[in-house]
């Protein structure tokens, strides 16, 4: 969402900077009274003047503006993942607290548990829901070994200080197909 | 117990210097959306916060088990922080260990070489 919102940014910055651009030409052609050189300003006005609100072109556009508002409203609103996991409290009397880069953690864990079976990186996914960490790892490797991966994993998440109560959830990909495993406590 | 520095630069670079200190922790971090920095004329100490009642520390790990070095760095805060009290949080903003290298005269990172380049 960082990068849809940076690039957003950039296409309105860009909008409103050439629009200036476009103002501050009018003007200073307006002043020195040479008219509107370049902009077509008349043929503008007439386009819209002989539009209609039922027109297809129009209700094509609203139709567009409509869906693109709700598909960004959506992205919005969704609740992503958070950059940060909560680990701890650090002292009982002040709430202090520590935290991790989710995002870190993932990639370590998945280094490790690539170093001891799988035979690539599986792919890690960590989150949080009301303090409890929730890890979903993807592995392409022996579907024997999942226990084994599993063992890896809940050592790391305890290395970096995830609760003691994670859940982690091994999926294993082989070349025949898709095999899950239950989640395990 | 040291004295708390009274001044609130001074007392940000103590901090950051008892932090660095710390064995595990390579160097401390500017944090991700908003620069974690104390100003001040001439110069900013970044990787600690300070807010009322509040004290912010981003560090990076070079090392594991994290909860060790985190407990040590809560120790060194409220060793240079004396007799106040505010809320203390640390963010470990990267545990690359496998990437980072392990040095001793870590340095504060500076603002270009955010850790999220390393994510």
């Given amino acids: 969402m960082r990068v849809i919102n940076g690039v957003l940014s950039l296409l309105l910055g860009l909008a409103l900077l050439g629009g200036g651009l476009v103002v501050a030409v009018e003007a200073v052609a307006f002043a020195m009274g040479a008219g509107t050189p370049g902009i077509p300003v008349a043929s503008w006005a007439r386009l819209l003047e002989g539009r209609r609100v039922d027109d297809t072109w129009a209700i094509v556009g609203f139709a567009s503006a409509t869906v693109v508002g709700l598909i960004l409203l959506v992205a919005e609103l969704r609740p992503w993942a958070a950059t940060r996991l909560s680990i701890a409290v650090v002292d009982d009397r002040s709430g202090g607290r520590w935290w991790i880069v989710r995002r870190s953690v993932e990639r370590h864990v998945g280094q490790r548990v690539a170093t001891r079976r799988a035979t690539t990186i599986p792919r890690v996914r960590l989150r949080q829901r009301r303090g409890r960490w929730d890890a979903r790892l993807v592995a392409v490797t022996d579907p024997e070994t999942r226990q084994e991966l599993e063992q890896v994993t809940r050592q790391e998440l305890s290395r970096v200080g995830a609760p003691h109560d994670a859940r982690v959830h091994v999926r294993i990909r082989g070349r025949r197909g898709l095999r899950s495993a239950p989640r395990v406590q | ?119």
């Fill in chain 2, 1 to 119: 117990m040291s004295a708390a520095p009274t001044r609130r630069a001074e007392r940000a670079q103590a901090l950051a210097n008892a932090v660095t200190l710390v064995p595990g922790v390579a160097c401390l971090s500017p944090g991700s959306a908003v620069e974690a920095a104390v100003h001040y004329p001439g110069g900013k100490v970044i990787g600690v916060a300070l807010n009322d009642g509040q004290v912010t520390v981003h560090v990076i790990l070079d090392r594991l088990p994290i909860p060790p070095i985190v407990e040590a760095v809560r120790a060194r805060i409220e060793d240079v922080l004396g007799s106040a009290r505010p809320r203390v949080d640390i963010f470990v903003d990267g545990a690359e260990v496998d990437e980072l290298p392990r040095r001793r005269d870590a340095q504060p990172m500076r603002p270009g070489r955010s850790p999220l380049a390393l994510l």
